[in-house]
């Protein structure tokens, strides 16, 4: 996707605060958890190195997003049983149950038992996965790597913030806003990747999905994950997380990048979390924001997906990121519009195993043509099947991957 040639998002005032799912009214506005003292004006916060919780659920985060999945609401479920009656749900729940039962057993089947395989190892090194560029597509990673338990996201959409469920103006208001949750998932489901310029619109028009985090909610619920607790977050200058009782309270933060925490229990009783940051990752942005960079060191080694990237890290003001990823980096699955071949080539010290084809760029990036990554295709070797299609060229037999593995020393 390309959330860097679009930036003009509105975010709208409709969606209140997380209520139950991040704390009380009347509390600071950030939470001082766990046991490092930072500077004066920050804030104490957790390590983010993944580690065993305890499984303690807010129920109220799980019957929204299952209310926002089109899932039925679970016995003794904290909303209004009203809204489950509701025509707007039900017109949408219904045939949208039915869609996604066709796109599992058609798509993503097939991609997790591709992952099962020929992910095997990438899957077993690292419980973290950086994915810039991403949007609210955890859909994808989460198919790919249904073993990590940390997933840092990053790309220039709003968060957003949930919705009121309770309130009569929204309840009013359902028709429309389950009409743009369609609208978005179009794209993605259709050709594996959100088009920058349509989610642009849907978050812009006057109603609650104002962000990525109703996307997240439901592709995280829809893969079979129960979500145990949502909250605000943002980054301090040393990489440290900032933690907010509201997403009212996280916006008025003069701290860049503005995300959210996702923490969710999968079906093997694993708690897991998503970090989603809306964030500029250009050199000039992550300039700017330093805190970023420390985040994201501050989780050691890691793996990278990368999908739709828009060819941005073949440019030179984007070489920072594109840096942080070979130099961070166990394992980086991609595509061809991510970073080229030839910088992995000129570092040095990586393997590779090339899927699917590489016949050139998708048309509107022609001019980032790689003849090397061309040659690797024709030469043959270590070049293997892609079952299913992905990325700009989403039809199956057109698509590419690249896996690179980071040679230890």
Known sequence: MNPYRNKGITVLALAVSLMACGGTKGSKDVKTTGADTLRKDTAKVKTLAP?????????????????????????????????????AWISYSEPFNKSWKNYDSTRLSVMRAWSKTDLAEMNKTETNIFYPFAGADILNAYTFFPHATQFVMVGLEPVGSLPDLQGKHYKDSLNTYFHSINNALTSILNFSFFRTKSMRLDFAKQNELNGTIHILLLFL?????????????????????ARYESFAAMKKDSLKAKGVEIKFVDADSVMKRVYYFSNNIANDGMKANPGFTAFVK???????????????MH?????????LILDGSNYVLEDDSGIPLKFFTEKGGWDFIYYGTYTGAYNIFHHNYQKDLFDAYKAGKNVKELPFGIGY??????????????IKS
């Open 298 to 312: 501050k989780m050691g080694h890691y793996n990278t997906y990368l999908k739709s990237a828009s060819c941005l």
């Open 315 to 323: 440019e030179p003001f984007f070489s920072s990121i594109r840096n």
């Open 393 to 406: 060229k989403f039809q199956k037999g057109q698509s590419n991957l690249m896996l690179a593995k980071k």
């Open 221 to 241: 619920t829809r893969t079979g994950n129960t979500i145990a607790d949502i909250t605000p977050v943002s980054i301090h200058s040393d990489g440290s997380i």
């Open 51 to 87: 580690q065993k919780e305890a499984l303690t659920i807010n129920h109220t985060c799980d019957d929204v997003a299952r209310y926002i999945a089109g899932l039925p609401q679970k016995t003794g479920s904290s909303l209004d049983a009203e809204l489950s009656k509701h025509k």
